[in-house]
Protein backbone atom coordinates (compact mmCIF):
# COMPACT_ATOMS: atom_id res chain seq x y z
CA UNK A 1 0.00 0.00 0.00
CA UNK A 2 1.16 3.29 -0.50
CA UNK A 3 1.34 6.88 0.89
CA UNK A 4 -0.93 8.38 -1.89
CA UNK A 5 -3.85 9.36 0.76
CA UNK A 6 -1.18 10.72 2.96
CA UNK A 7 0.60 12.96 0.96
CA UNK A 8 -2.60 14.34 -0.44
CA UNK A 9 -4.50 14.73 3.11
CA UNK A 10 -1.12 16.45 4.31
CA UNK A 11 -1.49 18.88 1.40
CA UNK A 12 -5.09 19.52 2.29
CA UNK A 13 -4.20 20.20 6.20
CA UNK A 14 -1.89 22.27 4.52
CA UNK A 15 -4.40 24.55 2.49
CA UNK A 16 -7.00 24.91 5.21
CA UNK A 17 -4.86 25.59 7.68
CA UNK A 18 -4.25 28.84 6.30
CA UNK A 19 -7.65 29.41 5.06
CA UNK A 20 -8.47 29.20 8.94
CA UNK A 21 -5.88 32.21 9.75
CA UNK A 22 -8.34 34.53 7.49
CA UNK A 23 -7.47 37.87 6.85
CA UNK A 24 -4.48 36.74 8.58
CA UNK A 25 -2.78 37.83 12.20
CA UNK A 26 -2.58 41.69 12.14
CA UNK A 27 -6.53 41.23 11.33
CA UNK A 28 -7.10 39.05 14.52
CA UNK A 29 -5.33 41.47 16.63
CA UNK A 30 -7.19 44.02 15.24
CA UNK A 31 -10.65 42.02 16.06
CA UNK A 32 -8.71 41.65 19.54
CA UNK A 33 -8.25 45.61 20.25
CA UNK A 34 -12.03 46.06 19.20
CA UNK A 35 -13.18 43.86 22.58
CA UNK A 36 -14.15 41.49 20.07
CA UNK A 37 -13.58 37.60 19.17
CA UNK A 38 -12.91 36.25 15.51
CA UNK A 39 -15.39 34.24 14.38
CA UNK A 40 -13.60 30.95 14.34
CA UNK A 41 -13.02 31.66 18.06
CA UNK A 42 -16.69 32.28 18.60
CA UNK A 43 -17.80 28.86 17.02
CA UNK A 44 -15.24 27.74 19.40
CA UNK A 45 -16.53 28.64 22.55
CA UNK A 46 -20.16 27.97 21.26
CA UNK A 47 -20.28 24.90 20.77
CA UNK A 48 -20.29 22.30 23.13
CA UNK A 49 -16.43 20.93 24.37
CA UNK A 50 -14.98 17.78 22.91
CA UNK A 51 -17.58 17.61 20.39
CA UNK A 52 -16.75 17.35 16.37
CA UNK A 53 -17.82 20.53 14.32
CA UNK A 54 -18.49 19.20 10.48
CA UNK A 55 -17.39 22.74 8.58
CA UNK A 56 -19.07 23.07 5.19
CA UNK A 57 -17.82 24.85 2.72
CA UNK A 58 -13.71 25.69 4.10
CA UNK A 59 -12.46 25.45 0.55
CA UNK A 60 -14.84 27.33 -1.64
CA UNK A 61 -13.29 30.26 -3.65
CA UNK A 62 -9.83 29.51 -2.07
CA UNK A 63 -8.60 29.60 -5.85
CA UNK A 64 -10.44 32.60 -6.67
CA UNK A 65 -10.37 36.43 -6.24
CA UNK A 66 -6.51 36.08 -6.20
CA UNK A 67 -6.87 34.47 -2.76
CA UNK A 68 -8.37 37.44 -1.22
CA UNK A 69 -11.05 35.56 0.04
CA UNK A 70 -10.40 32.47 2.54
CA UNK A 71 -13.47 30.29 3.37
CA UNK A 72 -15.30 33.39 1.46
CA UNK A 73 -15.46 35.27 4.59
CA UNK A 74 -17.98 33.14 5.90
CA UNK A 75 -17.77 29.70 8.32
CA UNK A 76 -20.23 27.12 8.19
CA UNK A 77 -20.96 24.48 9.65
CA UNK A 78 -22.64 21.62 11.96
CA UNK A 79 -21.98 21.75 15.65
CA UNK A 80 -22.99 20.45 18.66
CA UNK A 81 -24.67 23.24 21.22
CA UNK A 82 -26.35 22.30 24.73
CA UNK A 83 -26.01 18.76 23.61
CA UNK A 84 -27.95 19.23 20.06
CA UNK A 85 -27.11 19.87 16.51
CA UNK A 86 -27.67 23.33 15.35
CA UNK A 87 -26.04 24.58 11.97
CA UNK A 88 -23.73 27.68 12.65
CA UNK A 89 -22.90 30.09 10.19
CA UNK A 90 -20.36 33.49 11.66
CA UNK A 91 -19.03 36.32 9.30
CA UNK A 92 -15.15 36.36 9.30
CA UNK A 93 -14.82 40.15 9.69
CA UNK A 94 -10.57 39.71 9.47
CA UNK A 95 -11.84 38.95 5.75
CA UNK A 96 -12.92 42.34 4.02
CA UNK A 97 -14.79 43.26 7.38
CA UNK A 98 -16.80 40.51 6.64
CA UNK A 99 -18.65 41.51 3.42
CA UNK A 100 -20.28 39.27 1.36
CA UNK A 101 -18.58 38.09 -2.02
CA UNK A 102 -20.76 36.01 -4.41
CA UNK A 103 -19.50 32.40 -2.54
CA UNK A 104 -20.45 34.22 0.80
CA UNK A 105 -23.96 33.61 -0.59
CA UNK A 106 -23.72 29.98 -1.54
CA UNK A 107 -22.34 28.90 1.80
CA UNK A 108 -25.09 30.47 3.18
CA UNK A 109 -27.76 29.25 1.58
CA UNK A 110 -26.24 25.66 1.87
CA UNK A 111 -26.17 26.40 5.53
CA UNK A 112 -29.80 27.33 5.58
CA UNK A 113 -30.70 24.40 3.21
CA UNK A 114 -29.30 22.01 5.37
CA UNK A 115 -30.96 23.84 8.60
CA UNK A 116 -34.67 23.21 6.49
CA UNK A 117 -33.59 19.52 5.32
CA UNK A 118 -33.01 18.31 8.69
CA UNK A 119 -34.90 20.82 10.73
CA UNK A 120 -32.30 21.96 12.96
CA UNK A 121 -31.84 25.38 14.45
CA UNK A 122 -29.58 27.66 12.84
CA UNK A 123 -27.40 30.39 14.82
CA UNK A 124 -26.23 33.69 12.41
CA UNK A 125 -23.04 34.95 14.14
CA UNK A 126 -23.66 38.21 12.10
CA UNK A 127 -20.70 40.25 11.58
CA UNK A 128 -20.46 41.82 8.10
CA UNK A 129 -19.89 45.16 6.32
CA UNK A 130 -22.67 44.25 3.74
CA UNK A 131 -22.59 43.40 -0.14
CA UNK A 132 -18.18 43.55 -1.37
CA UNK A 133 -19.52 46.36 -3.46
CA UNK A 134 -17.08 45.40 -6.59
CA UNK A 135 -18.39 41.74 -6.87
CA UNK A 136 -22.38 43.23 -6.26
CA UNK A 137 -23.17 41.65 -9.92
CA UNK A 138 -22.27 38.21 -8.12
CA UNK A 139 -24.30 38.93 -5.05
CA UNK A 140 -27.08 41.44 -5.53
CA UNK A 141 -29.57 39.91 -8.52
CA UNK A 142 -30.51 36.69 -9.38
CA UNK A 143 -32.51 33.96 -8.53
CA UNK A 144 -30.04 32.35 -6.13
CA UNK A 145 -28.30 35.65 -4.80
CA UNK A 146 -28.36 37.56 -1.48
CA UNK A 147 -32.49 38.15 -1.36
CA UNK A 148 -32.50 34.09 -1.31
CA UNK A 149 -31.29 34.15 2.10
CA UNK A 150 -34.29 36.43 3.46
CA UNK A 151 -36.59 34.25 1.30
CA UNK A 152 -35.04 30.91 3.35
CA UNK A 153 -35.07 33.19 6.20
CA UNK A 154 -38.79 33.46 6.17
CA UNK A 155 -39.73 30.05 4.87
CA UNK A 156 -37.53 28.98 8.19
CA UNK A 157 -40.04 31.05 10.29
CA UNK A 158 -43.12 31.16 8.79
CA UNK A 159 -43.69 27.36 7.80
CA UNK A 160 -40.72 25.20 9.08
CA UNK A 161 -40.85 26.57 12.57
CA UNK A 162 -37.17 26.15 12.70
CA UNK A 163 -35.69 28.06 15.32
CA UNK A 164 -33.65 31.24 13.90
CA UNK A 165 -31.06 32.90 16.63
CA UNK A 166 -29.30 35.99 15.23
CA UNK A 167 -26.30 37.19 16.92
CA UNK A 168 -25.23 41.01 15.76
CA UNK A 169 -21.72 41.16 17.12
CA UNK A 170 -20.26 43.57 14.94
CA UNK A 171 -21.74 45.58 11.78
CA UNK A 172 -25.03 44.22 10.44
CA UNK A 173 -26.02 47.08 7.51
CA UNK A 174 -27.84 47.63 4.56
CA UNK A 175 -30.05 44.75 3.26
CA UNK A 176 -27.85 42.29 5.25
CA UNK A 177 -29.87 43.64 8.42
CA UNK A 178 -32.97 41.63 6.84
CA UNK A 179 -31.22 38.52 8.69
CA UNK A 180 -31.53 38.87 11.76
CA UNK A 181 -34.93 40.64 11.53
CA UNK A 182 -36.49 37.89 10.05
CA UNK A 183 -35.02 35.33 12.99
CA UNK A 184 -36.86 34.35 16.15
CA UNK A 185 -34.66 36.42 18.71
CA UNK A 186 -31.73 38.93 18.08
CA UNK A 187 -28.81 40.11 20.55
CA UNK A 188 -26.57 42.24 20.35
CA UNK A 189 -23.56 43.53 22.04
CA UNK A 190 -22.97 46.63 23.95
CA UNK A 191 -19.97 49.00 22.24
CA UNK A 192 -19.53 46.74 19.22
CA UNK A 193 -22.17 46.13 17.22
CA UNK A 194 -24.36 47.93 15.02
CA UNK A 195 -27.28 47.58 12.77
CA UNK A 196 -28.88 49.77 10.87
CA UNK A 197 -30.52 49.77 6.85
CA UNK A 198 -27.56 52.66 6.24
CA UNK A 199 -24.78 53.40 8.45
CA UNK A 200 -24.20 57.24 9.58
CA UNK A 201 -22.45 58.34 5.71
CA UNK A 202 -24.83 57.12 4.45
CA UNK A 203 -27.65 59.03 6.30
CA UNK A 204 -25.50 61.68 5.83
CA UNK A 205 -25.92 61.74 2.07
CA UNK A 206 -29.09 60.27 1.98
CA UNK A 207 -30.85 62.92 4.12
CA UNK A 208 -28.37 65.74 5.21
CA UNK A 209 -28.69 64.70 8.95
CA UNK A 210 -25.36 63.58 11.35
CA UNK A 211 -25.93 61.20 13.35
CA UNK A 212 -23.24 59.01 15.04
CA UNK A 213 -23.33 54.99 14.67
CA UNK A 214 -23.97 54.71 18.53
CA UNK A 215 -27.11 56.70 18.04
CA UNK A 216 -28.34 55.26 15.02
CA UNK A 217 -28.18 51.42 15.70
CA UNK A 218 -26.21 49.95 18.89
CA UNK A 219 -27.10 47.30 21.20
CA UNK A 220 -29.08 49.77 23.50
CA UNK A 221 -30.83 51.78 20.88
CA UNK A 222 -32.16 48.43 19.07
CA UNK A 223 -33.32 46.74 22.36
CA UNK A 224 -34.91 49.93 24.25
CA UNK A 225 -36.03 52.46 21.85
CA UNK A 226 -36.57 50.71 18.39
CA UNK A 227 -37.46 46.87 20.02
CA UNK A 228 -36.05 45.63 16.68
CA UNK A 229 -33.16 43.60 19.07
CA UNK A 230 -34.23 41.43 22.25
CA UNK A 231 -31.04 41.26 24.39
CA UNK A 232 -27.99 43.20 24.93
CA UNK A 233 -25.16 41.43 25.98
CA UNK A 234 -21.50 42.86 27.61
CA UNK A 235 -19.49 41.42 24.89
CA UNK A 236 -18.70 38.48 23.34
CA UNK A 237 -18.24 35.59 25.92
CA UNK A 238 -21.52 36.87 27.51
CA UNK A 239 -23.06 36.83 24.10
CA UNK A 240 -22.42 33.33 23.04
CA UNK A 241 -23.25 31.74 26.53
CA UNK A 242 -26.85 33.60 26.33
CA UNK A 243 -26.61 31.99 22.75
CA UNK A 244 -26.38 28.62 24.60
CA UNK A 245 -29.09 29.24 27.63
CA UNK A 246 -31.20 30.09 24.82
CA UNK A 247 -30.36 26.81 22.90
CA UNK A 248 -30.69 24.57 26.05
CA UNK A 249 -34.17 25.80 26.65
CA UNK A 250 -35.31 24.63 23.08
CA UNK A 251 -37.44 21.31 23.73
CA UNK A 252 -35.77 18.24 23.30
CA UNK A 253 -36.29 16.46 19.64
CA UNK A 254 -38.60 13.40 19.83
CA UNK A 255 -36.11 11.13 18.20
CA UNK A 256 -32.86 10.58 20.02
CA UNK A 257 -29.72 8.86 18.93
CA UNK A 258 -28.87 5.30 21.00
CA UNK A 259 -26.68 5.97 24.37
CA UNK A 260 -24.58 2.51 23.44
CA UNK A 261 -22.63 1.47 20.83
CA UNK A 262 -19.77 -0.51 19.90
CA UNK A 263 -16.43 0.92 18.32
CA UNK A 264 -15.21 0.08 15.39
CA UNK A 265 -13.40 -3.20 14.18
CA UNK A 266 -10.28 -1.29 12.97
CA UNK A 267 -8.96 1.73 14.69
CA UNK A 268 -10.08 4.42 12.27
CA UNK A 269 -5.64 5.23 11.26
CA UNK A 270 -5.40 1.54 9.34
CA UNK A 271 -7.73 3.59 6.88
CA UNK A 272 -4.94 5.29 5.52
CA UNK A 273 -3.59 1.69 4.00
CA UNK A 274 -6.88 1.08 2.57
CA UNK A 275 -6.36 2.74 -1.11
CA UNK A 276 -3.61 1.36 -3.49
CA UNK A 277 -0.58 3.67 -4.92
CA UNK A 278 -2.56 4.01 -8.03
CA UNK A 279 -6.11 4.81 -7.90
CA UNK A 280 -6.81 2.84 -10.83
CA UNK A 281 -5.89 -0.48 -8.67
CA UNK A 282 -8.15 -2.72 -6.73
CA UNK A 283 -8.61 -2.87 -2.89
CA UNK A 284 -11.34 -4.15 -0.31
CA UNK A 285 -13.91 -2.08 0.32
CA UNK A 286 -15.27 -4.34 3.22
CA UNK A 287 -11.42 -3.45 4.64
CA UNK A 288 -12.68 0.48 4.37
CA UNK A 289 -16.03 -0.45 6.06
CA UNK A 290 -14.52 -2.30 9.30
CA UNK A 291 -13.29 1.11 10.55
CA UNK A 292 -16.30 2.90 9.91
CA UNK A 293 -19.22 0.38 10.65
CA UNK A 294 -19.78 0.01 14.51
CA UNK A 295 -17.96 -3.42 15.11
CA UNK A 296 -17.12 -3.14 11.37
CA UNK A 297 -20.41 -5.53 11.01
CA UNK A 298 -22.00 -5.02 7.30
CA UNK A 299 -25.13 -7.49 7.24
CA UNK A 300 -25.02 -7.93 3.87
CA UNK A 301 -27.94 -7.86 1.68
CA UNK A 302 -28.16 -10.45 -1.19
CA UNK A 303 -24.47 -11.10 -0.77
CA UNK A 304 -23.92 -13.91 -3.47
CA UNK A 305 -25.88 -11.72 -6.04
CA UNK A 306 -24.10 -8.66 -8.10
CA UNK A 307 -21.06 -8.87 -5.56
CA UNK A 308 -19.75 -5.61 -7.57
CA UNK A 309 -22.45 -3.63 -5.49
CA UNK A 310 -22.20 -4.14 -1.67
CA UNK A 311 -25.79 -3.06 0.21
CA UNK A 312 -26.15 -4.16 3.91
CA UNK A 313 -27.35 -3.31 7.22
CA UNK A 314 -24.96 -1.12 9.25
CA UNK A 315 -24.79 1.04 12.36
CA UNK A 316 -22.82 4.21 12.54
CA UNK A 317 -22.00 5.08 16.63
CA UNK A 318 -25.84 3.45 17.52
CA UNK A 319 -27.35 4.90 14.64
CA UNK A 320 -28.68 2.49 11.75
CA UNK A 321 -27.82 3.32 8.02
CA UNK A 322 -28.24 1.15 5.40
CA UNK A 323 -25.01 0.86 3.17
CA UNK A 324 -24.78 0.93 -0.42
CA UNK A 325 -20.85 0.67 -1.37
CA UNK A 326 -19.05 -0.27 -4.57
CA UNK A 327 -16.18 -3.07 -4.49
CA UNK A 328 -13.20 -2.84 -6.33
CA UNK A 329 -10.86 -5.01 -8.27
CA UNK A 330 -12.27 -8.21 -10.58
CA UNK A 331 -14.97 -9.86 -9.21
CA UNK A 332 -16.02 -13.85 -9.79
CA UNK A 333 -19.57 -14.44 -10.62
CA UNK A 334 -21.48 -17.57 -10.59
CA UNK A 335 -20.20 -20.70 -12.17
CA UNK A 336 -20.39 -20.17 -16.25
CA UNK A 337 -20.14 -16.20 -15.93
CA UNK A 338 -17.60 -13.68 -16.63
CA UNK A 339 -16.18 -12.13 -14.09
CA UNK A 340 -16.84 -8.71 -13.36
CA UNK A 341 -14.92 -5.43 -12.71
CA UNK A 342 -15.89 -3.64 -9.40
CA UNK A 343 -16.85 0.13 -9.74
CA UNK A 344 -19.15 -0.30 -12.59
CA UNK A 345 -22.66 -0.99 -12.10
CA UNK A 346 -24.08 -3.32 -14.35
CA UNK A 347 -27.56 -4.29 -15.08
CA UNK A 348 -28.12 -6.86 -12.36
CA UNK A 349 -26.61 -5.03 -9.88
CA UNK A 350 -28.98 -1.43 -10.95
CA UNK A 351 -31.64 -3.98 -9.57
CA UNK A 352 -29.93 -5.36 -6.97
CA UNK A 353 -29.33 -1.53 -4.90
CA UNK A 354 -32.66 0.06 -6.48
CA UNK A 355 -34.92 -2.91 -4.25
CA UNK A 356 -32.47 -2.45 -0.95
CA UNK A 357 -32.92 1.40 -1.00
CA UNK A 358 -36.53 0.83 -1.93
CA UNK A 359 -36.68 -1.57 1.34
CA UNK A 360 -34.54 1.10 3.19
CA UNK A 361 -36.74 3.98 2.59
CA UNK A 362 -40.25 2.04 3.32
CA UNK A 363 -38.98 1.17 6.70
CA UNK A 364 -37.19 4.79 6.90
CA UNK A 365 -33.53 3.88 7.38
CA UNK A 366 -30.79 6.49 5.84
CA UNK A 367 -28.81 5.67 3.21
CA UNK A 368 -25.08 6.05 3.11
CA UNK A 369 -23.30 6.06 0.08
CA UNK A 370 -19.82 4.99 -0.02
CA UNK A 371 -18.51 5.93 -3.43
CA UNK A 372 -15.97 4.85 -5.95
CA UNK A 373 -18.02 3.93 -9.06
CA UNK A 374 -16.53 4.54 -12.56
CA UNK A 375 -19.88 4.35 -14.22
CA UNK A 376 -21.88 1.94 -16.06
CA UNK A 377 -21.92 -0.75 -18.22
CA UNK A 378 -21.66 -0.37 -21.72
CA UNK A 379 -21.12 -2.71 -24.83
CA UNK A 380 -23.80 -5.05 -26.52
CA UNK A 381 -23.69 -7.48 -23.40
CA UNK A 382 -25.40 -4.62 -21.24
CA UNK A 383 -27.39 -3.20 -23.80
CA UNK A 384 -28.93 -6.87 -24.45
CA UNK A 385 -29.53 -6.81 -20.33
CA UNK A 386 -31.73 -3.86 -20.24
CA UNK A 387 -28.81 -2.07 -18.43
CA UNK A 388 -30.55 1.76 -19.14
CA UNK A 389 -33.70 0.30 -18.09
CA UNK A 390 -32.10 -0.91 -14.56
CA UNK A 391 -30.25 1.87 -14.30
CA UNK A 392 -33.18 4.19 -14.40
CA UNK A 393 -34.47 2.32 -12.12
CA UNK A 394 -31.69 2.96 -9.85
CA UNK A 395 -31.75 6.44 -10.21
CA UNK A 396 -35.17 6.98 -9.69
CA UNK A 397 -35.33 4.53 -6.40
CA UNK A 398 -32.50 6.54 -5.12
CA UNK A 399 -33.94 9.95 -6.30
CA UNK A 400 -37.34 9.55 -4.91
CA UNK A 401 -35.93 8.18 -1.49
CA UNK A 402 -37.26 10.14 1.32
CA UNK A 403 -34.93 9.22 4.12
CA UNK A 404 -31.91 11.05 4.99
CA UNK A 405 -29.18 10.64 1.94
CA UNK A 406 -25.33 11.13 2.77
CA UNK A 407 -22.60 10.67 0.62
CA UNK A 408 -18.73 9.72 0.92
CA UNK A 409 -16.68 9.36 -1.96
CA UNK A 410 -13.06 7.68 -1.55
CA UNK A 411 -11.85 7.45 -4.73
CA UNK A 412 -13.89 7.53 -8.32
CA UNK A 413 -16.57 9.45 -8.81
CA UNK A 414 -17.25 9.45 -12.36
CA UNK A 415 -20.02 9.48 -14.92
CA UNK A 416 -23.75 8.35 -14.82
CA UNK A 417 -22.77 6.23 -11.75
CA UNK A 418 -21.79 9.20 -9.55
CA UNK A 419 -24.91 10.26 -10.51
CA UNK A 420 -27.00 6.78 -9.48
CA UNK A 421 -24.92 6.54 -6.36
CA UNK A 422 -26.72 9.76 -4.94
CA UNK A 423 -24.56 12.83 -6.71
CA UNK A 424 -25.36 16.20 -5.75
CA UNK A 425 -27.69 17.11 -8.28
CA UNK A 426 -30.12 14.81 -6.23
CA UNK A 427 -30.09 16.66 -2.96
CA UNK A 428 -28.26 14.12 -0.88
CA UNK A 429 -28.20 15.88 3.06
CA UNK A 430 -24.59 15.96 3.12
CA UNK A 431 -21.64 15.31 0.54
CA UNK A 432 -18.40 14.52 1.64
CA UNK A 433 -15.23 13.39 0.81
CA UNK A 434 -11.92 11.99 1.41
CA UNK A 435 -8.44 13.64 -0.29
CA UNK A 436 -8.50 11.47 -2.99
CA UNK A 437 -11.70 11.70 -4.26
CA UNK A 438 -11.46 12.15 -7.83
CA UNK A 439 -14.83 13.64 -9.70
CA UNK A 440 -15.39 13.97 -13.42
CA UNK A 441 -17.43 12.45 -16.08
CA UNK A 442 -14.32 10.44 -16.70
CA UNK A 443 -11.07 9.50 -15.87
CA UNK A 444 -8.29 11.90 -18.09
CA UNK A 445 -7.28 8.43 -19.97
CA UNK A 446 -10.83 8.16 -21.56
CA UNK A 447 -11.01 11.07 -22.61
CA UNK A 448 -7.88 11.50 -24.31
CA UNK A 449 -9.25 8.33 -26.24
CA UNK A 450 -12.87 9.38 -26.79
CA UNK A 451 -11.46 12.84 -27.90
CA UNK A 452 -8.47 11.89 -29.56
CA UNK A 453 -8.81 8.36 -30.12
CA UNK A 454 -8.89 7.80 -33.95
CA UNK A 455 -6.32 10.50 -34.71
CA UNK A 456 -3.50 8.44 -32.08
CA UNK A 457 -5.12 5.12 -33.92
CA UNK A 458 -4.60 6.68 -37.01
CA UNK A 459 -0.83 7.38 -36.83
CA UNK A 460 -0.23 4.15 -34.93
CA UNK A 461 -2.13 2.39 -38.00
CA UNK A 462 0.88 4.43 -40.29
CA UNK A 463 3.36 3.82 -37.96
CA UNK A 464 4.21 7.47 -37.18
CA UNK A 465 4.01 10.03 -34.37
CA UNK A 466 0.54 11.84 -34.05
CA UNK A 467 1.21 15.62 -35.29
CA UNK A 468 2.60 17.95 -32.83
CA UNK A 469 -0.65 19.74 -32.37
CA UNK A 470 -2.26 16.24 -31.38
CA UNK A 471 0.12 15.89 -29.19
CA UNK A 472 0.12 19.08 -27.62
CA UNK A 473 -3.81 18.85 -27.37
CA UNK A 474 -3.42 15.23 -25.69
CA UNK A 475 -1.83 16.80 -22.76
CA UNK A 476 -3.45 20.02 -22.72
CA UNK A 477 -6.50 17.51 -22.06
CA UNK A 478 -4.57 15.20 -19.42
CA UNK A 479 -3.80 18.26 -17.44
CA UNK A 480 -7.07 19.76 -17.28
CA UNK A 481 -8.62 16.55 -16.00
CA UNK A 482 -5.77 15.99 -13.31
CA UNK A 483 -6.63 19.42 -11.79
CA UNK A 484 -10.38 19.21 -12.35
CA UNK A 485 -10.16 15.34 -10.56
CA UNK A 486 -8.25 16.95 -7.91
CA UNK A 487 -11.06 16.98 -4.66
CA UNK A 488 -9.79 20.27 -3.80
CA UNK A 489 -11.09 21.83 -6.96
CA UNK A 490 -14.16 20.03 -6.23
CA UNK A 491 -14.18 21.45 -2.73
CA UNK A 492 -13.76 24.87 -3.98
CA UNK A 493 -16.51 25.05 -6.12
CA UNK A 494 -19.05 23.54 -3.41
CA UNK A 495 -19.69 19.92 -5.08
CA UNK A 496 -18.83 18.52 -1.84
CA UNK A 497 -19.82 19.84 1.36
CA UNK A 498 -16.35 19.21 2.85
CA UNK A 499 -13.35 16.98 2.57
CA UNK A 500 -12.65 15.04 5.53
CA UNK A 501 -9.60 12.79 6.47
CA UNK A 502 -10.13 8.75 7.33
CA UNK A 503 -9.94 9.24 11.32
CA UNK A 504 -12.28 12.42 11.56
CA UNK A 505 -14.94 10.17 8.95
CA UNK A 506 -16.32 8.05 11.29
CA UNK A 507 -17.35 10.44 13.68
CA UNK A 508 -18.57 13.03 11.31
CA UNK A 509 -20.28 10.36 9.10
CA UNK A 510 -22.37 9.90 12.84
CA UNK A 511 -22.78 13.97 13.58
CA UNK A 512 -24.21 14.14 9.72
CA UNK A 513 -26.37 11.03 10.89
CA UNK A 514 -27.90 12.96 13.79
CA UNK A 515 -28.62 16.17 12.38
CA UNK A 516 -30.17 14.77 9.45
CA UNK A 517 -32.81 12.01 11.62
CA UNK A 518 -34.05 15.40 13.53
CA UNK A 519 -36.17 15.49 10.79
CA UNK A 520 -38.49 12.59 10.90
CA UNK A 521 -40.57 13.73 7.56
CA UNK A 522 -39.59 13.55 3.78
CA UNK A 523 -35.87 14.59 2.85
CA UNK A 524 -36.50 15.52 -0.87
CA UNK A 525 -35.31 18.93 -2.02
CA UNK A 526 -34.04 22.01 0.23
CA UNK A 527 -37.16 21.99 2.14
CA UNK A 528 -40.87 20.46 1.93
CA UNK A 529 -43.31 22.55 3.36
CA UNK A 530 -45.74 20.65 6.19
CA UNK A 531 -49.79 19.98 4.80
CA UNK A 532 -51.49 23.02 5.48
CA UNK A 533 -55.21 23.35 5.29
CA UNK A 534 -57.02 23.63 1.98
CA UNK A 535 -57.58 27.74 1.58
CA UNK A 536 -61.40 28.07 2.54
CA UNK A 537 -61.78 24.75 4.70
CA UNK A 538 -63.38 24.81 7.66
Same mark, same amino acid.
Request: proline share 7%; with cysteine; glycine share 10%.
Given at each position: ????? @???????????????????????????????????? @??????????????????????????????????????VVEGREVVVVANDATVKAGSWWP???????????????? @??????????????????????????????????????????????????????????? $??????????????????????????????????????????????? #?????? $????????????????????????????????????????????????????????????????????????????????????????????????? @??????????????????????????????????????????????????????????????????????????????????????????????????????? #????????????????????????????????????????????????????????????????????????EDTRDLLALALRAANHNRGPHLG???????PTIGAE
Open positions: MSGRL @RQLAGEIRELEARLRLGGGPDKVEKQHQQGKLTARE @RVDRLRDANTPFLEVGLLVAHDRSDGQAPAAGVITGIAETITKTLRAQEIAMRC @RIPIIYLVDSAGVNLPYQGGVFPGQYGAARIFYYNSIMRRYLRIPQFAAVMGQCVAGGA $YLPALSDVILMVKGTSFMGLGGPNLVKGATGQTVDGETLGCAITHTE #ISGVAH $YALDDDPSCLDKLRELVGRLPQPGHRAPAAWRPPAEPPSTLYDVLPADHRLSYDMQTLLRAVLDEGRLDEFQPNLAKEMLCGDAHIEGLPVGVIANA @RGLIRGRPGERPRFGGIIYAESAEKVAFFIERCDRQGIPLLFVQDVSGFMVGPDAEHEGIIRAGAHFVEAMACARVPKIVLTVNHASGAGYYAMAGQGFDPDF #ILSWPTGRMAVMEGEAAVQAVHGPALDAAKRAGVEPSPDVLASVEAMRADYEEQLDAGYAAARGFVDAIVYPAFVLPPM
